[in-house]
């Protein structure tokens, strides 16, 4: 397929919101969303926003390049580059599988985790996964995802370090991330990461560790290095897979709820909390709002990002000091609405799962709040089979979504 020059048109449309690019895979939805924002708030000029457009497009697989400017709905069907199985193990038998040698990312209570022995996985804290059919608490059992035929490394980045996640990758593969929740690695990925040079060009996928609810602010999420059996409270383990070079991963997105029908809301910085913003073009408060409109505060604030809806959920309001508090960032000039339950989000899982040979051998996470709230906990999972989480991670920090990440070499399904 012919590149078009970076100084056609179709780029300026992307950039320009003229249209939103049909059909693309979750990546070039962020990354086209990222670069509008910095061209509204003037962080980056608008031809540099194109030749990073431009140079994004360059390195993408052929499948994408297609999605991207030609709304294409083509999705390729290669074969599978690698084997996952997801088991759920006593400890005895997660202690056996680790002496196999095979790379394994271990999702499990911490003093279960803390019990393994040295050898090719890295793990994280959770109280809760998902079996093929409803949700349960992992009652002394490990949730492991072996990775079968693959060459991987393991990484621990610090907190300064987080921002060069690229740099450890091959040359075609993935990369799979945990972050303690709460901790200030978290914070500040969240803040740098859709800055981070080339985060796009390859699947990033993962997830924030966390504790039993009824531990929260008792103990603290961790993260495992099971090179050293060493845990982690404050800093980044990461799994970097290689892929065979034209090999395909694809990351889906499946979100339960959609833009509201209430007002624009946008906060003048990029935080973890706000308080002062623009209420439909009128300066407002927001905790001050939520209190005046009898806001649902287990709604998230949802954004689209170029046909890709991201929430931001809320943690906390405090009325008196005026400012709210959030589990993930919400992005200076981004225009958010509160979000409604969508539906139709059981279909929506199914048909991500309709899209694949072996729905259970995908990698997955889903959200805690989710997990909290009766009328999604009900939802049909379609034999996914993975960890509940203190949030995503699909290339972003996300809260409250379901994400998949598969190896059949198609999807991008974005619901």
Not at 181 to 194: D, E, H, I, M, N
Request: proline share 7%.
């Amino acid at each position: 397929m012919l590149t078009l020059p970076s100084s056609d048109a179709n780029w300026h449309e992307l950039l320009s919101a003229q249209r939103d690019p049909e059909h693309a895979d979750l990546a070039t939805r962020l990354i086209v969303g990222h670069l509008r924002q910095s061209v509204r708030l003037d962080t980056v000029s608008l031809n540099a926003a194109l030749e990073e457009l431009y140079h994004y497009h360059t390195i993408a697989d052929a499948a994408e390049r297609d999605r991207l400017l030609h709304r294409d709905p083509f999705f390729g069907r290669k074969h599978r580059p690698f084997e996952v199985q997801n088991l759920l193990l006593s400890v005895p038998e997660t202690l056996n599988l680790i002496n196999t040698g095979v790379f394994t990312v271990i999702a499990g209570p911490d003093e279960l985790l803390a019990t393994l022995p040295c050898g090719n996985w890295i793990g994280g804290t959770t109280a809760y996964i998902m079996p093929p059919k409803g949700h349960a608490e992992t009652q002394g059992r490990l949730m492991c995802s072996v990775l079968q035929g693959a060459d991987c490394r393991i990484a621990v980045l610090a907190q300064d370090d987080v921002s060069h996640i690229t740099d450890g990758r091959y040359e075609s593969g993935f990369t799979y991330l945990l972050l303690p929740g709460l901790s200030k690695v978290l914070r500040k990925y969240a803040l740098q990461a859709p800055g981070i040079p080339g985060l796009f060009d390859q699947p990033l996928f993962g997830w924030v560790t966390g504790v039993h609810m009824s531990e929260v602010g008792d103990r603290v999420p961790r993260v495992f290095d099971g090179r050293t059996s060493s845990p982690h409270e404050n800093a980044a383990v990461v799994l970097y897979v290689k892929l065979p070079l034209g090999s395909t991963v694809n990351i889906d997105l499946v979100n339960p709820y959609t833009q509201g029908r209430g007002p624009d809301i946008v906060f003048p910085e990029t935080g973890f909390s706000g308080g002062a913003c623009m209420i439909d073009g009128r300066p407002a408060n927001f905790a001050q709002y939520t209190a005046d409109e009898g806001i649902d505060t287990s709604m998230p604030l949802v954004a689209n990002y170029a046909g890709a809806l991201i929430n931001v959920s809320i943690r906390a309001v405090n009325t008196a000091r005026g400012y709210v508090q959030f589990f993930a960032p919400v992005v200076a000039g981004e225009r958010y609405r509160v979000a409604e339950p969508r539906p139709d989000y059981e279909r929506c899982i199914t048909a991500c799962a309709r899209s694949l040979d072996r729905p259970e051998l995908a990698l997955i996470c889903r959200c805690i709040l989710n997990h909290l709230n009766p009328a999604l906990a009900s939802a049909d999972t379609a034999g996914f089979v993975g960890p509940v989480t203190f949030g995503e991670i699909a290339y972003i920090l996300l809260n409250q979504t379901f994400v998949v990440l598969n190896g059949e070499g198609r999807g991008g399904h974005i619901n």
